[in-house]
């Protein structure tokens, strides 16, 4: 049993990423395609009503160091921080876009299903703690620092209208989007499905 348990331990991990700035919690190809199948289809929700103030963030996560530098601080290497939390130094790289960046102001913190994304997708109907809690999730693959053109290029578009331009990323970012629509309970377009299997059957991992 022991054996079998460690088996399946490895074939989890065989050819993921190394790169630091791969994100907590990204469950096997298998894992994924699951939630993938039992995520429900709908038509895209109204924006009426939304404001980025309706997901508060950056708040306190431990100290002095808020989600954003928190997320800065796990996601580059070897990190500095001075008394406010804020990096003074270290490099950073964006695994949307294969760039390394050694400056902390050139780095974004991308929500990988947009705020606005979020909610079209069933977060309008949440509580403002509940919004709160998704846009400062730090324990799932929700967050991730990339570059700030990145970033600005993506929007709060879904998958079928932008992918990350490495494409050896695409298999991470359809985990990362998947996995975070499963956790919080969110919808998802039929296009918007259909990209995303479609990234995700170039997953090896």
Same mark, same amino acid.
């Given at each position: 049993?022991?054996?079998?348990?460690?088996?399946?331990?490895?074939?989890?991990?065989?050819?993921?990423?190394?790169?630091?700035?791969?994100?907590?919690?990204?469950?096997?190809?298998?894992?994924?395609?699951?939630?993938?199948?039992?995520?429900?289809?709908?038509?895209?929700?109204?924006?009426?009503?939304?404001?980025?103030?309706?997901?508060?963030?950056?708040?306190?996560?431990?100290?002095?160091?808020?989600?954003?530098?928190?997320?800065?601080?796990?996601?580059?290497?070897?990190? $500095?921080?001075?008394?406010?939390?804020?990096?003074? /130094?270290?490099?950073? !790289? #964006?695994? @949307?876009?294969?760039? %390394?960046?050694?400056?902390?102001?050139?780095?974004?913190?991308?929500?990988?299903?947009?705020?606005?994304?979020?909610?079209?997708?069933?977060?309008?109907?949440?509580?403002?703690?509940?919004?709160?809690?998704?846009?400062?999730?730090?324990?799932?693959?929700?967050?991730?620092?990339?570059?700030?053109?990145?970033?600005?290029?993506?929007?709060?578009?879904?998958? $079928?209208?932008?992918?990350?331009?490495?494409?050896? /990323?695409?298999?991470? !970012? #359809?985990? @990362?989007?998947?996995? %975070?629509?499963?956790?919080?309970?969110?919808?998802?377009?039929?296009?918007?499905?259909?990209?995303?299997?479609?990234?995700?059957?170039?997953?090896?991992?």
């Amino acid at each position: 049993m022991i054996a079998a348990v460690l088996l399946v331990g490895v074939a989890a991990v065989v050819g993921a990423p190394t790169a630091g700035a791969f994100p907590p919690d990204v469950p096997p190809k298998a894992q994924v395609q699951s939630e993938l199948n039992a995520l429900r289809v709908a038509g895209e929700g109204s924006m009426t009503g939304y404001s980025r103030e309706k997901f508060p963030h950056w708040h306190t996560v431990s100290g002095s160091c808020n989600t954003r530098e928190t997320v800065l601080k796990r996601d580059g290497t070897n990190v $500095s921080v001075g008394s406010d939390c804020y990096p003074t /130094s270290g490099s950073w !790289y #964006s695994y @949307f876009d294969g760039v %390394t960046r050694t400056t902390a102001s050139q780095i974004s913190i991308d929500h990988v299903v947009a705020l606005a994304e979020a909610w079209r997708s069933g977060a309008s109907g949440w509580t403002t703690a509940r919004r709160e809690a998704f846009a400062n999730d730090v324990t799932g693959p929700q967050l991730i620092a990339v570059t700030t053109e990145v970033n600005s290029s993506k929007g709060d578009r879904d998958p $079928s209208a932008w992918k990350p331009p490495r494409t050896s /990323s695409h298999c991470g !970012y #359809s985990k @990362f989007w998947i996995h %975070t629509k499963y956790r919080w309970g969110l919808t998802l377009q039929s296009a918007e499905k259909s990209a995303l299997q479609t990234m995700l059957n170039t997953c090896s991992y």
